[in-house]
């Protein structure tokens, strides 16, 4: 089973809203990161959130993390029909040697 | 953009065929990982290797073999492709001692005939 699971699958909004994606994960772990996939290509790593962190900002992105709950949301600021993508947690676990867990993703429509 | 390569970008071949699907990156990375996601879903890892002549199998059990002969050069090869082989195939690197961060290629869409 994923490690991962990502809520909501999908997520439509317009321009200037925010947007929010959550992430839930059953073990432990040293860090968490998200990235981000247009339709067809590879995925960008955006931000990583460590075990013992609570929250981190970048740019418009802003990230938070509960280890208590084993969860973590991702902010997307006064969105972009340009942030239109899919969005993937994916945990670092305390035993897997720097291998990574994927979530199965939010795809995020942003329209203008 | 992330130094890091996969050839060729589409391939559409008929079942029995062999093939290899190349991944290179430049930023000397001494850990590389083949995922395979099917369209809207998430990315299993199928190999990963942690240096030269280092290879592990993944988390999804996968027909495919790769090498490691060359720190920048990780192939996946399919000795006899099938359909149930038609994915998108993702190659990332990362460096050792650091928390993870993974750097992909931009992926080959396989379609087996």
């Known amino acids: 089973s994923q490690q991962g699971e990502e809520d909501p699958q999908a997520l439509s909004i317009q321009e200037g809203e925010n947007a929010t994606m959550n992430c839930s994960y059953k073990?432990?772990?040293?860090?968490l990161q998200w990235y981000r996939q247009n339709s067809g290509r590879g995925l960008v790593h955006l931000i990583l959130?460590?075990?013992?962190?609570r929250e981190k900002h970048s740019g418009r992105l802003r990230v938070t993390l509960d280890t208590s709950k084993k969860s973590s949301s991702l902010l997307i600021t006064a969105s972009r029909a340009a942030d239109t993508a899919s969005y993937f947690c994916?945990?670092?676990?305390?035993?897997?040697?720097?291998?990574?867990?994927f979530g199965e993703g939010t795809q995020l429509t942003v329209n203008p | 953009e992330a130094d890091i390569y996969q050839t060729p970008r589409y391939l559409v071949i008929g079942t029995g065929k062999k093939i290899t699907l190349e991944c290179s990156q430049t930023?000397?990375?001494?850990?590389m990982y083949w995922y395979q996601q099917d369209p809207g879903m998430e990315l299993h890892l199928i190999h990963y290797?942690?240096?030269?002549?280092?290879?592990e199998k993944g988390d999804l059990s996968s027909e495919s073999t790769v090498s490691r002969i060359r720190t920048e050069h990780f192939p996946l090869t399919l000795e006899s492709a099938r359909p149930s082989h038609t994915s998108q195939y993702l190659c990332?690197?990362?460096?050792?001692?650091?928390?993870?961060?993974?750097?992909f290629g931009p992926g080959t869409r396989l379609t087996v005939t």
């Open positions: 930023m000397g990375h001494d850990k």
């Open positions: 073990t432990s772990i040293n860090n």
């Open positions: 994916a945990t670092d676990g305390e035993t897997s040697g720097s291998r990574l867990t």
């Open positions: 290797s942690y240096g030269v002549n280092s290879t």
């Open positions: 990332a690197s990362s460096l050792s001692g650091t928390s993870g961060e993974q750097y």
């Open positions: 959130i460590r075990s013992n962190e």
